[in-house]
């Protein structure tokens, strides 16, 4: 399977993480994205897609769009970087307005979830897994499922292992789409779940 040509347009050369807002800007390459991660969790049924502040929010409302479901934004919280353990505070405003459930850096609107909604989990990257496995705390604080998660790409390390060892993980960088950890592929896996990398065939053959 050939590298996706939206992948081309990712800044690899930028400070830290490589920066994939010239992808998103181009709406054909967005939309390619968006096709290729779905396609990565073909039968997996999800209810709403959550996405992570900063490209999360724009990957994942696209995605949710596609889907035909709706969005759940997981906020930064206070500005701080995610990571560490659930605090399990609540924060609100003053007036009445509604007040958000705390942990790991980042935030939820209270009732954003319901008992039992299932969850893609989206984000741009995801470099340890701290800031994933944070939404997934919060998200099933609420009762939801995580049943999937999306990314363009993902690192190394224990969070990572983690998050694969509960749940399907589907990214494209650096080579193309991947589907690694709990995969349901009753074509591709004949025992119908195990941990390992899938490569769903290719549409353009």
């Known amino acids: 399977m050939s590298a996706p040509f939206y992948l081309k347009l990712i800044d690899a050369r930028a400070g830290g993480l490589p920066d994939a807002s010239p992808l998103l800007a181009r709406g054909s390459a967005l939309a390619a994205l968006c096709g ?9 049924t999800f209810d709403a897609v959550a996405g992570i502040e900063g490209l999360g929010f724009a990957l994942g409302a696209a995605m949710a ?7 759940l934004a997981l906020h930064a919280a206070d500005g701080r970087q995610a990571g560490g353990q659930s605090s399990g505070q609540s ?5 009445g307005q509604a007040a958000f459930v705390e942990a790991g ?15 893609l989990l989206v984000d741009d990257w995801i470099e340890a897994g701290d800031r994933a496995q944070a939404a997934a705390a919060l998200l099933e604080g609420q009762g939801a499922r995580i049943v999937a998660v999306a990314a363009i790409g993902a690192g190394q390390g224990e ?6 060892a509960r749940t399907r993980c589907v990214w494209v960088w650096p080579g ?30």
């Open 159 to 164: 969070r990572v292992e983690a998050l694969m």
């Open 36 to 44: 290729d991660l779905l396609r990565g969790v073909e039968g997996v």
């Open 91 to 95: 924060s609100g405003q003053a007036g």
């Open 65 to 71: 769009t596609r889907a035909g479901v709706g969005f």
């Open 105 to 119: 850096g980042l935030r939820l609107r209270k009732r954003a979830a319901s008992p039992g909604l299932r969850v």
């Open 176 to 205: 193309g789409l991947e589907v690694r950890g709990v995969i349901e592929a009753p074509d591709a896996i004949r025992s119908g779940s195990a941990c390992g990398v899938w490569r769903p065939p290719d549409p353009a053959g």
